[in-house]
């Protein structure tokens, strides 16, 4: 009989709907219900595509004697991560601070006043590796609620005292500078492997954020260490199995083998990851040319439109890293890896000869059971690029009649901000007006699905449905840094407008008025047990480093002074952690060199948006490199933006206008002045 679960939106929660668990979403009656029964709640927090949450469901939460002792002594609530990031940011510190390390599936037990006694992560059926089993757990947790109670409840509440006394402020650190972000740069390169061009360490996520960070410092400083250093991740992400080099897009992560070989990645593929990627690879390109930043961006790009795409238009969350491999067995990778036949029976005897030394597919397989992953393991594979297009072609054409991994559905508001304005910038760089449609159909999607008359967000959507969640920062800043995006590429400023009434927002009810410290969720968003608060960058940007982004831009468009005010303050905290853990605030130091620089404010006016002369002079100011350079595009005195008051024709001619710090060049008509100023 299916659980409280089963009218859930999330596809997280629904695949845990006819678990024997009796499940609760976290709402207000579970922790009544806790408190009636006089027992504690266990609290498991996971996301559809990650693995472990499935194995861990799989073993305890689908066994009936698991769930019946479950049901007996604990109310289960179970949260989707993706929905609730705030319970899963209180829950996650807290899984951190006891035990120094963290992940999902995250199980918490706490009282019924959601202060957490005992944590943890996965746990396996039988004690195993120096893990108690889950049942154990289970059973000394019992134990210790019903012998030990006023011992629980003294962990409980220092537990929660020390949490909510962990207050963050910008303090009076002031703005970053020129050395601030010179001693990022010196702790990046002590962090990097100069033979393999990855950071050190065994587990490899893709360093989006950094990259954004590096490339900006080049284009503002000039350093070539930096340049060089982003070419290098860069090369190594997209010659490994990181990159999906059949289908495009990225997997969540590597793992380097302890007995050498080539990376193992884990095969899930997020939403954040290929926009934040497509975005950085576009952006390469824009600075050296490089053909294969080119590819990867566009392959990635159309990834996303392929097999993210939602039938509304937005784009959903990710992909399973498991699939069936045909026998009705779910195995992690099982759609992207090949053998030796299958790469025969697909490209025929000669091209697959080819195709196993260009992508390192060997006898004895580089993965599980005699299969290989993908990868580039030598640069002088395929000469002919037109035949390694082919056999991409093939091989994904093949995989497709494989059966597929299983798709998270939902949108969230967020992460689709982040991939509208990766398509729009992708869309434009590389004369791809069926990307900035992708980005303009998610944008509507957003604002007529996602935002209310208030201009307040939701969360998620699923099935053209709004979900029950308000959305967070994040949320906030990433669909304004879309809309940003969209409104310099398609010089329609209603997204300006729509960015406006989003980061208008983060100042009433996301900033500290005094301090200006930024929360994660709103003054008026439900109580947790302490208000989430977390401006270091880890898988996407933070909320605190996205807003500051968000509100510089929206600054440098308009001339607001709250906002730019608000931008600096916030980037106080950049100041203070840049220098020691640059890879963890790279989108914060990225949003820095945006506001050393200026950032610059472009106006291109013409006759019209369709004019040739016009369109030329857009597109450079769109290529220009200089951080964070906002570009309003229009006719002479239109009321669509701001920066194209007062800039009239130059001589009857299209026009560019650039600014920064209060003081403007003279205009130009010239499409190789206005190059040569926006990369100055």
């Known amino acids: 009989m299916p659980n409280r679960l089963a009218q859930a939106t999330s596809p997280y929660l629904l695949q845990h709907a006819d678990n024997p668990v009796d499940w609760w979403p976290w709402e207000t009656d579970a922790f009544e219900e806790a408190r009636r029964r006089d027992v504690p709640v266990f609290l498991s927090v996971g996301y559809s595509a990650c693995h472990w949450c499935h194995v861990m469901a799989h073993e305890s939460f689908e066994d009936d004697d698991t769930a019946a002792y479950m049901n007996e002594h604990f109310v289960s609530v179970k949260v989707d991560r993706e929905e609730r990031p705030d319970v899963d940011a209180v829950y996650m ?25 005992y944590f943890g992560t996965y746990f396996p059926p039988d004690a195993r590796h120096g893990m108690p089993s889950f049942r154990q757990v289970l059973e000394g947790v019992h134990n210790a609620w019903t012998s030990r109670r006023d011992e629980v409840g003294e962990v409980a509440g220092k537990i929660t005292r020390d949490l909510a006394a962990r207050e963050l402020s910008t303090g009076d650190t002031g703005t970053p500078t020129e ?6 740069l010196l702790q990046l390169t002590r962090d990097i492997d100069p033979a393999s061009g990855w950071f050190k360490g065994d587990t490899k996520f893709p360093p989006s954020m950094v990259i954004e960070f590096l490339l900006r410092h080049h284009a503002r400083a000039g350093s070539v260490a930096a340049l060089e250093m982003a070419e290098g991740l860069c090369g190594a992400m997209a010659r490994s199995s990181l990159f999906d080099q059949a289908g495009g897009g990225f997997h969540r992560y590597v793992l380097t083998p302890r007995a050498g070989g080539p990376l193992v990645p884990h095969f899930e593929k997020m939403l954040y990851d290929n926009a934040l990627l497509c975005r950085v690879y576009a952006h390469l390109w824009r600075a050296t040319g490089s053909d294969l930043a080119r590819r990867v961006a566009l392959e990635t790009a159309d990834f996303m439109v392929r097999e993210l795409r939602t039938n509304e238009g937005g784009f959903a969350s990710a992909l399973d890293a498991d699939s069936d491999d045909g026998t009705g067995k779910h195995v992690e990778g099982a759609y992207y890896v090949w053998t030796p036949e299958q790469l025969r029976e697909v490209l025929g005897e000669q091209d697959a000869e080819l195709a196993a030394r260009h992508f390192g597919v060997t006898e004895e397989g580089t993965f599980e059971e005699g299969a290989s992953v993908l990868q580039l393991p030598v640069r002088d594979g395929f000469v002919d690029a037109g035949k390694a297009a082919s056999v991409r072609e093939r091989l994904l054409a093949a995989r497709s009649e494989r059966p597929a991994p299983g ?3 939902k949108v969230v508001a967020a ?5 509208i304005a990766a398509l729009a910038e992708t869309g434009a760089y590389f004369d791809r007006p069926d990307l900035v449609e992708a980005a303009v159909a998610a944008a509507d999607l957003l604002v007529r699905l996602h935002l209310d008359e208030q201009a307040r967000l939701t969360r998620t959507s699923k099935d053209g449905h709004a979900g029950a969640n308000a959305g967070v920062l994040e949320d906030y800043a ?5 809309f940003l995006a969209l409104a310099s590429v398609t010089g329609e400023g209603v997204w300006l407008e729509f960015a406006g009434f989003l980061v208008d927002h983060v100042l009433a ?3 500290d008025p ?8 709103a003054a008026d968003a439900e109580r947790l047990i302490r208000r989430p608060q977390d401006p270091t960058d880890n898988a996407a940007p933070s909320g605190w480093s996205a807003a500051a982004g968000a509100l510089l831009g929206y600054a440098a468009h308009t001339g607001s002074e709250p906002h730019r005010t608000a931008a600096e303050k916030a980037l106080g905290v950049v100041k203070a952690l840049g220098p020691r853990v640059p890879r963890f605030i790279g989108w914060g130091l990225a949003v820095a060199e945006a506001a050393l620089d200026g950032p610059r404010e472009v106006a291109v006016v013409g006759p019209s948006l369709g004019d040739e002369g016009t369109r030329s002079l857009h597109r450079t100011a769109l290529l220009g490199t200089a951080p964070g350079a906002v570009v309003a595009v229009g006719v002479p005195e239109s009321e669509e933006f701001p920066l194209l008051s007062g800039r009239p024709l130059v001589g009857g001619e299209p026009a560019a206008y650039v600014c920064r710090n209060f003081t403007c060049d003279a205009p130009t008509t010239e499409v190789e002045r206005l190059r040569a100023v926006l990369s100055d």
């Open 407 to 409: 798709r998270d559905d």
């Open 179 to 184: 050395e601030t972000q010179a001693l990022a």
């Open 478 to 482: 990433d669909v304004a840094e879309g």
């Open 93 to 117: 510190e807290a899984v951190q601070a006891a035990t120094g390390q963290g992940g999902w599936p995250m199980s918490v037990w706490m009282t019924s006043d959601g202060e957490p006694f």
């Open 514 to 521: 005094e301090s200006g410290s930024l929360y994660d969720t």
């Open 509 to 511: 009810r996301f900033t």
């Open 415 to 419: 992460w689709n901000g982040l991939a």
